[in-house]
């Protein structure tokens, strides 16, 4: 029998259901699930979440607490969650438009960090695991010499924010290219990673 672990958010995010992210999105969950944690699976395509920021929105982002009203239930989850697994493939060398979004329209003021005297403080420091699993299209190489923003938004933007004390970054690069194998002894990783979470 496992034990509870406390409450990790998943945030995922891939539209298409049959996809290889979605995969790799039902694996995080089923084994961080075996492992004894509270899994909140936020599959953003699913809920619907919307990521615009609109002009009242981006008018009102400093405007604490009331910047939280219009997002107030994802801003619950985050403040619930003891750990984050993101779940995304990368895009132009970026994060899916609706998990850039949710960044944009939820980790706000007063919730993911604080301003003081113009600089940011880290405010979800509840969040001691965190942890991406990603795919590219491209090798690492094209990455790198785009400079592989993904990669740099999680391990220096979203960790600064949560400040964990266990962060894991999971690429399978080349999906263009990737065999069967390949992408099984990746969810294999995967798996082995989320045991160890």
């Known amino acids: 029998m496992t034990t509870e672990k406390g409450r990790v958010l998943v945030l995922a995010a891939h539209p298409c259901p049959e996809s290889f992210s979605q ?11 075996a492992q004894g944690w509270d899994v909140d699976d936020c599959d953003l395509y699913a809920e619907g979440f ?45 994060y899916p438009a609706i998990l850039k979004g949710f960044l944009d329209r939820v980790f706000l003021p007063g919730v993911s960090f604080k301003l ?3 600089k940011v403080k880290p405010n979800l420091t509840h969040i001691k ?10 090798t690492r190489t094209r990455a790198f010499l785009a400079g592989d923003p993904p990669r740099h938004c999680v391990k220096r933007a979203v960790w600064h924010v949560c400040r ?28 082995r990673e989320m045991e160890a979470f």
């Open 23 to 33: 995969a790799l999105h039902a694996r995080v969950v089923e084994t961080l699930t």
């Open 50 to 94: 919307d990521p615009v920021l609109s002009e009242t929105g981006r008018r009102g982002y400093h405007e604490e607490p009331a910047n939280i009203a219009p997002v107030a239930e994802y801003v619950a989850r985050l403040r619930a969650a003891d750990a984050m697994v993101m779940v995304f493939p990368v895009w132009n060398f970026g």
């Open 116 to 118: 003081v005297d113009g």
């Open 129 to 138: 695991r965190l942890a991406a699993v990603t795919t590219y299209g491209g």
């Open 164 to 191: 964990p004390f266990k962060m894991r970054y999971l690429a399978l690069y080349d999906m263009n290219r990737a065999t069967d194998a390949k992408r099984a002894a990746f969810l294999e990783k995967v798996t």
